[in-house]
């Protein structure tokens, strides 16, 4: 996710930059080895129910086991890696970007959180204008293109040695939803678990899965995320309508499909739903750019998923 800094869209592009601004070179490092030991643990929770068929439900059970087996923390870096691999592949592909247009922008922070995949994501913070449409649009689209490309092989190579396993009727489960390359690629290996029958994923694959949830997170079209930037840069002023459209559409599909969709439409009514103008709307973006786009419109399809977190009792 890339943000740009500002304090209000309307003078955000003829602001001067501050000049006593230095780089967060620590601060991004801390944060990153902070995010690493967070899914480093959580892999190695995935990992070890993953090796024994036995979900490890709790902290205190990883520990316990991690006291008798303490090489078994290892078996977490698979996950980490990809995990990590896709974030800094997403947020690099934002800061190449930006750099290659001479936009001021700060190194990636991750942010580590103890939850289900030991991270919430990572973002840079973008210090000066975008120069037009052009800059704006290459910006919004590097991250999800490098994430994606990142994401793509992790699944090949991992969902083939996911484990069918008979369904506990009894357990709690956590469904995750199948986004379409997920169900494109397990129908080329032929993962089709019968009636009774479940998917555990391999722990990187369902580090795949985190990549491509938060890739179409981002494509959402709408405020200042990836999605809304690619949508300013090809409708310019209409990406007000576009941006509002959406919430009045997530609205319904949350109380459908899925509730947390809800909390994704209040987000950029929060935020802000408009966005800044470039320094020069005047430019047009250019045949290959707007093919370029249907290709991220392919992603986002291609990653997103209507019900992405299910609990069935």
């Known amino acids: 996710m890339s943000q740009v800094d500002s304090q209000a869209p309307a003078i955000s592009i003829t602001t001067a930059l501050d000049p006593t601004y230095r780089p967060k070179y620590k601060l991004s490092l801390i944060l990153f080895a902070l995010t690493f030991l967070s899914t480093l643990f959580v892999g190695a929770q995935l990992a070890i129910s993953y090796k024994i068929n036995a979900p490890i439900e709790s902290e205190a059970d990883l520990l316990r086991y991690l006291s008798g087996n303490p090489a078994a923390l290892g078996l977490g870096l698979p996950f980490a890696f990809t995990v990590l691999g896709f974030l800094m592949a997403h947020e690099m592909g934002h800061y190449l970007a930006c750099r290659y247009y001479g936009i001021r922008s700060t190194l990636p922070y991750f942010i580590p959180f103890p939850n289900l995949i030991g991270t919430l994501g990572a973002f840079i913070k973008i210090r000066s204008p975008f120069q037009n449409r052009r800059a704006l649009f290459d910006v919004?689209?590097?991250?999800?293109?490098?994430?994606?490309?990142?994401?793509v092989p992790a699944l090949m190579i991992s969902l083939p040695h996911s484990k069918i396993v008979p369904v506990k009727p009894e357990s709690l489960q956590l469904v995750l939803g199948e986004p379409l390359i997920f169900q494109l690629v397990a129908k080329l290996f032929h993962l089709s678990p019968p009636q009774g029958m479940d998917i555990i994923l391999h722990p990187v694959a369902f580090a795949a899965w985190v990549g491509f949830f938060a890739t179409a997170l981002n494509l959402l079209p709408s405020g200042q995320l990836d999605g809304g930037h690619i949508i300013y840069s090809l409708f310019g002023a209409y990406h007000r309508i576009v941006s509002r459209a959406f919430v009045f559409v997530m609205i319904p599909v949350g109380m459908i499909f899925w509730t947390w969709w809800i909390l994704w439409a209040v987000i950029p009514l929060v935020l802000g739903l408009n966005h800044p103008p470039t320094m020069d709307n005047s430019m047009p973006l250019g045949r290959g750019r707007k093919i370029i786009s249907v290709v991220g419109l392919?992603?986002?399809?291609?990653?997103?998923?209507l019900t992405p977190i299910k609990i069935i009792h």
């Open 140 to 151: 919004g689209i590097a991250g999800p293109i490098a994430g994606f490309i990142v994401a």
């Open 298 to 305: 392919a992603i986002f399809l291609l990653s997103f998923s």
